[in-house]
């Protein structure tokens, strides 16, 4: 918005128009936006649309302080109460001061465009919103007008007198004037992409998944190289969404807990744990009621039942190659087959031979020359063999 204002101001348009509809966002981006509109040299139109859509909290805010505030039917604006940014209620204190604060920004900006004051103030105050009617019949009224479109507003502001911020006054000339469409460039639209609350979690979940299993299989490289990449880009995303820290907290517990199902005999207990945190933690990520701030339930299922299999399947493997018989070192030698090489008497040195390789073996019972054996013990450089297979190796 702040470079939309740039290029008009550069450009001398005759209007700049913002069509809004949000949820609300974060206290200090809305104070950067309400401040570079009002020194604005081009008049700024806030037109709350299409119909059926919102500018609350901040969208309430930046919509009563812009030259012109317009509404399309079956809209509404307010409930600016602020809140902390994980969605969480502030501790007492700090709410009154920053509702004061808030409600004080909201008074002067209304009070500057000569717009109803005290609904500003209780809109932050007392979380009130209004629809279009409410808002455009109120006395002052909060908005100017209510229009279907952009067509509309720019129709009825033609020949329009109106005050900025600063007491002059423009008279807006819309007739004849061509319109220029201002959309994101590709870094904006790429940086709103990642700020989706469903690419945010699937950036959280590969984070971690490759992680995972760089830790399980060090020297991969790639999938360290590349979890990595998504938990700093997820991370990112979190500055601007409403995360609760908690449901991050159970998501990484839950993956824990499926490391520990290769250490712990569980039977399946912590696996299940492990399904469980990865669950509750996705659906608590995002602590807001503004479903657009939400992650999907058709997206945190299959995420969740993915992650859960391959971390179960990698568990699996884990437990495996524990269980595998060694093959290398002294460990790998024991329950090997070896051929005797001479008669090897009971206590008595002999020797054997296997894997290639000639050994100094002994024995608790005799053993005839050329009789097949097994290797029972590994002391050094010399084996104890046996003619039974040993049960555990």
């Known amino acids: 918005m702040i470079e939309a204002i740039d290029r008009a101001d550069r450009d001398g348009a005759v209007l700049l128009v913002f069509t809004l509809r949000t949820p609300g966002g974060l206290l200090d981006s809305t104070n950067s936006i309400v401040s ?45 109460h602020p809140v902390e940014g994980g969605g969480e209620k502030l501790d007492e204190t700090m709410a009154k001061k920053v ?70 006054s423009v008279v807006i000339r819309t007739a004849g004037a061509r319109v220029v469409p201002v959309e994101m460039n590709w870094r904006q639209r790429w940086l709103s992409t990642l700020a989706h609350p469903n690419i945010a979690y699937l950036l959280l979940s590969l984070g971690m998944l490759g992680l995972t299993i760089e830790l399980w299989n060090p020297g991969a490289v790639l999938p360290g190289v590349a979890g990595g990449l998504c938990l700093l880009l997820a991370f990112f995303t979190f500055q601007v969404l409403p995360v609760n820290y908690a449901g991050v907290l159970l998501i990484l517990f839950g993956v824990v807990l499926f490391v520990l199902e290769i250490k712990v005999v569980s039977h399946g207990v912590l696996s299940a744990g492990g399904v469980l945190s990865l669950l509750f933690g996705s659906m608590m990520l995002m602590d807001t009621s503004a479903p657009e701030l939400k992650v999907s339930l058709a997206v945190i299922l299959p995420v969740v039942a993915g992650l859960s299999a391959i971390l179960v399947l990698l568990a699996r493997l884990g437990i495996a ?38 050994w100094i073996a002994t024995a608790s019972e005799p053993i005839a020359d050329g009789e097949e054996v097994y290797v029972t013990a590994v002391d050094g450089l010399r084996l104890t063999v046996s003619r039974k297979r040993p049960d555990t190796v």
Do not use: C, Y
């Not at 909290?57 to 930046?62: C, E, K, T, V, Y």
């Not at 009130?128 to 006395?139: I, Y």
């Open 99 to 168: 509702a004061s604060d808030v409600a004080a920004a909201a008074r002067s900006w209304a009070n500057g465009r000569g717009r109803n004051a005290k609904l500003a103030d209780e809109a932050v105050r007392e979380s009130r919103s209004f629809t279009e009617v409410e808002a455009v019949g109120a006395d002052p009224p909060l908005i100017d007008m209510v229009v279907a479109d952009v067509p509309q507003l720019l129709a009825r502001l033609d020949g329009q007198t109106v005050r900025r911020f600063d007491g002059r």
């Open 36 to 80: 570079r509109m009002l020194a604005a040299k081009t008049p700024v139109a806030v037109f709350v649309g299409p119909s059926g859509s919102r500018a609350a909290s901040a969208g309430f805010l930046i919509t009563i302080a812009a030259d012109v505030a317009a509404m399309a039917p079956g809209t509404h604006i307010g409930a600016a």
């Open 321 to 358: 190659s524990q269980r595998r018989r060694a093959t290398t070192g002294s460990t790998g030698m024991i329950g090997t087959a070896a051929r005797t090489i001479g008669p090897i008497a009971p206590g008595a040195s002999g020797r054997v031979s296997t894997r290639g390789e000639i």
